[in-house]
T-cell receptor, first 115, second 113 residues
Framework: DTGVSQDPRHKITKRGQNVTFRCDPI?????LYWYRQTLGQGPEFLTY????????KSRLLSDRFSAERPKGSFSTLEIQRTEQGDSAMYLC?????????????FGEGSWLTVV | GQQVMQIPQYQHVQEGEDFTTYCNSS?????IQWYKQRPGGHPVFLIQ?????EVKKQKRLTFQFGEAKKNSSLHITATQTTDVGTYFC?????????????FGKGTRLSVIA
């Protein structure tokens, strides 16, 4: 299967700990996105990359959050000093870089529970 | 910034009944996309609409894009239990069609057999 893969799928961590999520996009896609989703809500945009360049960051992405895509392939999302409000599903998605209409393909998500 | 609103938030229907969800944008959209998320799953792309007044069908699903390109709807005819899930509409965050998508909060569909 060559879909978007995310790891780990589930993470339980204590408040104050750091966590890191990894995303491997569809291989020919040069755009990669991170979204966050809480229960009963739609996906909320966090940040996205075109190749290795981080092009946009949402105001939701506090200074405790950092994302990288060092070689333009896989990406990591790190949350430092986790808080209970960080509990959510973190969705990675990828798309080809078209001029118009970037349909995105989501991974299965990484569930984070902060206790 | 761009906002996308969906109604209703929830819909419970008997199997065989029809279902419609509506999506409204605060600004004109270059395109609108629809996604479905099954319980416990991740959003999966259904369709993209680009032209004013466009109508597209996928079996029992009919998607419409408004003439002003600020609203859209998804209609399911004769719902089945396999239609259960949350349906999201999404549009580009900025006027350019090639910007990250902003999602609505979704309409959660329950189908009672």
């Amino acid at each position: 299967d060559t879909g978007v893969s995310q790891d780990p799928r589930h993470k339980i961590t204590k408040r104050g700990q750091n966590v890191t999520f990894r995303c491997d996009p569809i291989s020919e896609h040069n755009r990669l996105y991170w979204y966050r989703q809480t229960l009963g809500q739609g996906p909320e945009f966090l940040t996205y990359f075109q190749n290795e360049a981080q092009l946009e960051k949402s105001r939701l992405l506090s200074d405790r959050f950092s994302a990288e895509r060092p070689k333009g392939s896989f990406s990591t999302l790190e949350i430092q000093r986790t808080e209970q409000g960080d509990s959510a599903m973190y969705l990675c998605a990828s798309s080809p870089d078209r001029v118009f209409g970037n349909t995105i393909y989501f991974g299965e998500g990484s569930w984070l529970t902060v206790v | 910034g761009q906002q996308v609103m969906q109604i209703p938030q929830y819909q419970h229907v008997q199997e065989g009944e029809d279902f419609t969800t509506y999506c409204n944008s605060s600004t004109t959209l270059s395109n609108i996309q629809w996604y479905k998320q099954r319980p416990g799953g991740h959003p999966v792309f259904l369709i993209q609409l680009v032209k004013s007044g466009e109508v597209k069908k996928q079996k029992r699903l009919t998607f419409q894009f408004g003439e002003a390109k600020k609203n859209s709807s998804l209609h399911i005819t004769a719902t089945q239990t396999t239609d259960v899930g949350t349906y999201f509409c999404a549009g580009p965050s900025k006027n350019s069609g090639n910007t990250p998508l902003v999602f609505g909060k979704g309409t959660r569909l329950s189908v009672i057999a």
